[in-house]
């Protein structure tokens, strides 16, 4: 009999694969129940410590508060003591006396160097306190859309945007860091602090209350470790190493003091310091320097969120979403949402339909896409479309070269060409046709947020009569047989320098070229691939050239890209600008430590930029940003954005 | 046959050499150069250009980018090759491979320029045979674990000190070049570099200014160097000492090699400077995602397009036959960016579809890892379980895979058994009076199967490379992705890796194609 392959075997066959597959899955499905299990576990276990830690320190409070009570009644006593005796030797002009252990507050300044003023900076709070809000109420999972794969998180070893704001925002603390709206330096971890009028050291106070997310309190050894991490060569934190090296050592004087001395004077070491991320001594020296540099997400701070898991060996990778959970161990107020997760869309159009499906809560928008959904009344009633300038948000630019460029000098060696320049260009036109009208002119390189901008500039306005007659006086004169203009018998010629990535700077360089071509110059078009910006930035191997700053603090110090020792030593002067009214003003302006002083100094450098224009400003643009209206309390901010400030009302939830 | 397939295995050795070769030196002479992704921002004040040259040079060292591209080439064939060369690697506990100490390089212009006469410290080399015992002692091994640890550690300090010291020393020749006019200033400077040429034939002049600071510069190099050879020395002896495992593939206890001389070893594949992660860690998290999506694709390519092309050729020219030609061609001719962003904006879209909207992104929602794994009927109803949410993630992606790829598959197996209709032994067959059915399937289609088992083969490597564009439009963390990324950052070790891996396989699916040619059909032999 021929054996032949029958319905009846070919139905037995696909039971035995269903069965097979069934059997597999429902292995996969018990081992995940496992794994949930042991996280359950692991939560559980978290708590039960936690509990006894707090019935531990309930304990020792009976006693403590007793002390603390008459610690503070001793202080009472010694400022009125001390009042009385001031009113009495206040004839005889004595201000500080040496040695003192308390100030005139009763503040606790035993920790300072004598004959110092200490500063108590206000502490950093929200500025728009959601707690006092009808509708408040705590929980709730936030999600936000990034645009690239963020591939770490691990503190000083992450190399991006993405890093630092879930790092540095949300995890991990500093000892200070800037007020969302008033951009001053507000305390964090540090509850003071005291500065040298010379700028050669600093020294702050740890807040006693600061704990780590395990309940460790934070302490002057974790500031010490946290230096040396950065600076031990094995350790592949490089990008941290060069903004950090204004600090020449880190000192730990007592548990929660800690004294900085830095390499130079300079009014820009203090925040340098005050804002350097503190990551917890105990849980990072248990690895070895390989270890950390191949760690994906060992994250673990003192800030008001943490990892939902954090497991060595088995550590978030890229791919993946990133959940944080509220820290319920925080020492400060805790902020109302519970949850905040971090997912990966990098198609434009894709991130947006997500959003739209009501799948994300916040996500950053391109400015086509702001202007297409600012006039769809259903995208308005759902969402909040916010554009706004602050302090990071960077500004655009034409560089000219006002030295050589292949051994002769540009045209725009001279200020009143590159005036002309800035007149030949209609930034308004740039702004309302190439940049959907979203920012506004800039005329500095200061962030117009910050408190560096010196308001009273406006912007070069465009006239091509005025560019016309500077160029005139600058000898460039029209020769009327083709014209051009010309000097010494050469002709105005130069090439501009764009990215071949960006259309709007094509964009912009046709209008430019289209515009020399009204007065009488020639320009062409260079596109480069971006890779090799920074080479042709370091030759100085251009006439003119664009690009995008940004910044990150509200102060920078402008030595690195205007001052004329940094045409040479590998400087960022890159267009060779030297004026020595400028230069004169940054280092006059970097010795000075005292804020409002020093303000005036960079508003005065602002109008030297506005005479000389080494740069044409082009625009300040905006961030762009669309939130869900499930959210409450979405405030923008010369800083950017607070999450922490957010929750979602009590009836969504 | 043995001998066929071992030559094949052997001529793929140079085959292999060839396309990485190639594209290393694509790579190294793309404008910027292999290192452009290292470039670093940042950094503020007065010292901030030299500070950042000098840790610019510290990473280029540390990658090795300073050496000349050939010698690159070499030292990343040298990791990658599983046959080795004299004294064994050692591994750490993290998996980090562990080398001797590169020996350093002298500063530049020594004598004429300053410190003249004096002798640098020899370097030596790590040259203790390992033939002892494979297993120390546990105590004894931490004991000298640690004793490289302190030594690593103190070299590192000394030799970031040196390159620093190297770096202002370049720094202020540069300064004294331009100076003295040795040339202009880009060409004293050339990719980054200091043109040394340019210096040749010219006198120093040690009085000037700039030419105090060059000797000063040149005399802290020359000390720091000093410092640096010797604890580099202190950590070649550790190293020596071998603290750690050997990387050496084991048959039970015994190495595989002759110890010393020749021994064979895991490869390594590097690490993503981009990312800074090993790259074997970095393609083992892609590759899955992306085999996935492919074994999923391409049985659904296979399902669909081989039986309606045996049917396209049974009725050949009815409305069957035409209607799926076009069809698999009109699909075959929709570009997959426009087809993608289209199923993105609107079977995502809510506006649309409301709730049976398909997932714009990724392969599991927001939460999936909280859901049950299979699905469920909860106090809520039906739930859908991680894995139906998986499937339904992929629907969407897996579409754009597939579309395209139905109209070369079914016209080629329509054309095949339409040529084995007009054969001899079908009408053999016919006139003997066999079954319609079993002229077709038992006969014509065997015979038809033979080009299908040759393309499957050359759509096998495609399924690892992975389809950049799917997986860039929906947001897939696959093999495309982090080609893709490479390519941007001009990621050296991933982009090599990739290359390598791709390469391999496709010529070992090229041989296998033949090996298959040869099982299913009798007439050919390779004897």
Same mark, same amino acid.
């Given at each position: ?58 304990? +020792? ?19 009125? /003591? ?25 503040? @606790? #300044? ?7 003023? =200490? ?77 040298? !009028? ?35 060569? &094995? ?11 204004? #600090? ?8 929660? =003091? ?27 020296? &248990?690895?070895? !320097? ?24 088995? &550590? ?17 107020? +805790? ?13 434009? =159009? ?18 086509? &896409? ?18 706004? #300038? ?50 506004? =002119? ?15 500039? %406006? ?12 160029? @005139? ?43 020399? +071509? ?17 080479? %042709? ?10 690009? /995008? ?44 430590? @005292?804020? %409002?002083?020093?303000?005036? #100094? ?46 979602? !009302?009590? @009836?969504?939830? | ?80 090759? *599983? ?182 070893? *895991? ?31 391409? *049985? ?5 397009? $081989? ?90 992606? $897996? ?69 950049? $564009? ?34 391999? $396989? ?22």
């Amino acid at each position: 009999m021929q054996s032949k392959f029958g319905l009846k075997d070919f139905i037995l066959y696909v039971l035995v694969f269903l069965l097979t597959i069934t059997v597999v899955f429902a292995m996969r499905q018990n081992d995940r129940n496992f794994e949930r299990l042991s996280a359950l576990e692991q939560q559980n276990d978290s708590m039960v410590q936690t509990l006894s830690q707090i019935r531990d320190e309930f304990a +020792k409070t009976g006693n403590e508060l007793v002390d603390a009570l008459s610690e503070t009644l001793r202080a009472e006593v010694q400022v009125i /003591q001390g009042q009385i005796d001031r009113l009495g030797d206040s004839a005889s002009g004595i201000s500080v006396s040496e040695g003192q252990s308390i100030d005139a507050e009763g503040r @606790d #300044i035993s920790w300072a160097r004598p004959g110092v003023p =200490v500063v108590f900076p206000r502490q950093y709070e929200y500025i728009n306190d959601p707690f006092e809000a009808p509708d408040y109420s705590t929980g709730g999972e936030f999600i936000e859309t990034f645009e690239a794969q963020f591939p770490k998180i691990t503190p000083y070893f992450y190399s991006d945007v993405y890093g630092r704001r879930i790092v540095d925002e949300s995890v991990c603390e500093q000892l200070g860091r800037y007020d969302p709206q008033s951009l001053e330096m507000v305390g964090l971890l540090a509850e003071a602090w005291q500065i040298d !009028p010379d700028g050669e050291w600093m020294r702050a106070k740890i807040n006693p209350r600061a704990r780590f997310s395990d309940g460790v309190p934070v302490t002057s050894a974790d500031v010490k470790f946290t230096y040396d991490l950065v600076f031990n060569p &094995q350790h592949e934190t490089e990008r941290f190493r060069s903004t950090l090296n204004v #600090i020449e050592s880190v000192e730990a004087i007592s548990e929660r =003091v800690v004294e900085f001395r830095f390499t130079t004077q300079n009014f820009s070491n203090v925040s340098a310091a005050l804002t350097m991320t503190i990551i917890p001594k105990h849980f990072y020296e &248990q690895f070895q !320097p390989s270890q950390l540099n191949q760690a994906t997400g060992l994250l673990m701070g003192s800030g008001p969120y943490r990892l939902e898991r954090l497991d060595a060996s088995n &550590q978030w990778s890229q791919g993946r979403d990133l959940v944080l959970v509220r820290n319920e161990n925080y020492w400060g107020r +805790k902020p109302p949402i519970q949850r905040l997760r971090f997912k990966v869309i990098q198609d434009n =159009v894709a991130r947006l339909t997500d959003f739209e499906n009501g799948n994300s809560h916040m996500m950053r928008g391109v400015s086509e &896409q702001y202007r297409s959904k600012t006039s769809d009344p259903n995208f308005m009633a759902n969402n909040y479309a916010e554009q706004w #300038i602050n302090m990071r948000s960077g500004f655009g630019f034409i560089a000219w070269n006002c030295g050589e460029n292949n051994g002769e000098p540009t045209p725009f060696a001279d200020a009143r060409v590159r005036r002309a320049m800035t007149h030949l260009i209609d930034r308004e036109r740039v702004l309302r046709d190439f940049a959907n009208g979203l920012g506004d =002119v800039a005329t500095g390189p200061f962030p117009p947020a910050g408190p560096m901008n010196n308001p009273n500039i %406006t912007p070069r306005p465009y006239d091509l009569d005025a560019s016309k007659r500077l160029l @005139d006086e600058a000898g460039w004169l029209v020769r009327e047989s083709d014209g051009f203009r010309y000097k010494d018998g050469k002709r105005f010629e130069f090439e501009y320098t764009i990215s071949t990535s960006s259309t709007f700077s094509e964009d912009v360089a046709n209008y430019l070229a289209d515009q020399c +071509k009204k007065v009488g110059i020639v320009c062409t078009i260079r596109k480069i691939d971006w890779a090799i910006f920074a080479e %042709t930035l370091d030759a100085r191997s251009f006439d003119a050239i664009t690009m /995008q700053w940004s910044q990150s603090s509200p102060e920078s110090d402008p030595y690195q890209l205007w001052h004329s020792n940094s045409i040479a030593n590998r400087g960022d002067n890159f267009v060779q600008w030297s004026s020595p009214r400028a230069d004169e003003l940054i280092e006059r302006g970097r010795r000075t430590l @005292d804020d %409002t002083e020093r303000m005036k #100094i960079w508003h005065e450098l602002h109008e030297v930029f506005y005479e000389e224009q080494p740069y044409t400003f082009m625009l300040n643009s905006p961030w762009i940003r669309f939130i869900s209206r499930d959210v409450s309390n979405v405030h923008t901010y010369p800083i950017g954005l607070d999450r922490n400030e957010m929750y979602f !009302p009590a @009836d969504m939830n | 046959m043995t001998t066929y397939i071992l030559r094949r295995l052997l001529l793929m050795i140079p085959t292999l050499l060839g396309i990485t070769f190639l594209l290393f030196m694509l790579v190294a002479n793309a404008p910027g150069g292999i290192g452009a992704s290292l470039a670093l921002g940042g950094g503020e004040g007065a010292d901030a250009g030299q500070n950042r040259a000098i840790q610019q040079a510290y990473l280029e060292e540390r990658y090795g980018l300073n050496d000349p591209t050939l010698v690159q080439y070499f030292r990343w064939l040298a990791r990658v090759s *599983p046959l080795k060369f004299g004294e064994p690697l050692q591994r750490d506990d993290v998996g980090e491979v562990i080398a001797s100490p590169k020996p350093l390089e002298a500063p530049p212009f020594f004598g004429e320029y300053y410190g003249e006469g004096t002798q640098l410290p020899e370097q030596i080399r790590p040259s203790r045979v390992s033939t002892g015992p494979t297993q120390i002692e546990d105590e004894e091994r931490l004991q000298r674990v640690a004793a490289y640890r302190r030594a690593l550690n103190d070299y590192t300090n000394a030799r970031g000190a040196f390159i620093g010291a190297v770096e202002r020393l370049k720094i202020a020749l540069e300064n004294y070049a331009i100076a003295e006019e040795l040339g202009r200033s880009d060409e004293i400077i050339k990719n980054n570099k200091l043109n040394m040429a340019r210096f040749r034939g010219h006198n120093f002049n040690a009085d000037s200014e700039l030419g105090r600071a060059v000797v000063q510069a040149g005399e802290a190099a020359i000390v720091a160097m000093r410092n640096a050879v010797e604890s580099r020395n202190r950590l070649a002896e550790a190293f020596a000492e071998r603290p750690f495992p050997d990387s050496v593939f084991r048959v039970g206890p015994v190495p595989l090699g002759v110890p010393g001389i020749v021994y064979l070893a *895991p490869p390594d594949l590097g690490k993503s400077f981009s990312k800074s992660q090993p790259v074997s860690s970095l393609i083992a998290d892609a590759l899955p995602i992306t085999l996935l999506l492919n074994c999923i694709a391409f *049985p659904i390519i296979y399902i669909v397009a $081989v039986p309606s092309g045996l049917l396209a050729a049974t009725h050949r020219g009815s409305w069957f036959d035409t209607l799926s030609g076009a069809l698999y061609v009109a699909l075959w001719s929709i570009p997959v960016v426009w087809a993608g962003v289209l199923a993105v904006g609107y079977l995502a879209n809510k506006k649309y579809l409301g709730d049976l909207a398909f997932p714009t992104a990724g392969l599991a929602s927001s939460g999936a890892e909280d859901m049950l794994y299979l699905p469920s009927l909860g106090p809520d109803g039906f739930e859908r379980g991680a894995l139906l949410d998986q499937l339904w993630h992929l629907c969407l992606p $897996v579409a754009c895979l597939v579309y395209t790829g139905f109209a070369i598959l079914s016209k080629q197996t329509r054309a095949a058994m339409l040529d084995n209709f007009n054969a001899d032994y079908v009408r053999t067959a016919k006139a003997k009076g066999v079954a319609h059915n079993d002229i077709v399937f038992r006969h014509v289609f065997r015979n038809s199967l033979l080009p299908l088992i040759t393309m499957f083969a050359s759509i096998f490597p495609a399924m690892l490379a992975g389809s950049v $564009v799917v997986e860039r439009i929906f947001s897939i963390p696959g093999m495309g992705s982090l080609v893709l990324e490479a390519i941007n950052a001009r990621d050296r070790d991933l982009l090599l890796a990739n290359a390598l891996m791709v390469g391999a $396989v496709n010529l070992l699916a090229l041989l296998l194609a033949d090996i298959l040619y040869a099982l299913a059909d009798p007439r050919i032999t390779f004897d």
